[in-house]
Nanobody, 119 residues
Framework: QVQLVESGGGLVQAGGSLRLSCAASGHPFSSYTMNWFRQAPGKEREFVAAIWSGGARFYADSVKGRFTISRDNGKNTVYLQLNSLKPEDTAVYYC?????????????WGQGTQVTVSS
């Protein structure tokens, strides 16, 4: 079982920055594919960014060039740096881990952290 705990959300003005963290339990964290998703009020949850065990990264077009995903395997933590924030970035941000064991793929979600961007 993998438990994920997000932190770092808050209220920020447009153009500002935040850094979200997601601390994971379970081993081996370094093998997990880690993702960030977000869900705005009244909208579907949407993909934001992913980082694979080898360090490759992928971003949604809406955040490319503004957000950066990174990981620290020694701390079992994945980060999302949010820069140049816009009001439309307001959402609950969720961390997701994808783990593969014995030929089975498992998906784990955190509880989310609120990001609010004021105009």
């Amino acid at each position: 079982q993998v438990q994920l705990v997000e932190s770092g959300g808050g209220l920020v003005q447009a153009g500002g920055s935040l850094r979200l963290s997601c601390a994971a339990s379970g081993h081996p964290f370094s093998s997990y594919t880690m993702n960030w998703f977000r869900q705005a009020p009244g909208k579907e949850r949407e993909f934001v960014a992913a980082i694979w065990s080898g360090g490759a990264r992928f971003y949604a077009d809406s955040v490319k060039g503004r957000f950066t995903i990174s990981r620290d395997n020694g701390k079992n933590t994945v980060y999302l740096q949010l820069n140049s924030l816009k009001p439309e970035d307001t959402a609950v941000y969720y961390c997701k881990a994808i783990a593969k064991r014995g030929g089975t793929t498992y998906h784990y979600w955190g509880q989310g952290t609120q990001v609010t961007v004021s105009s």
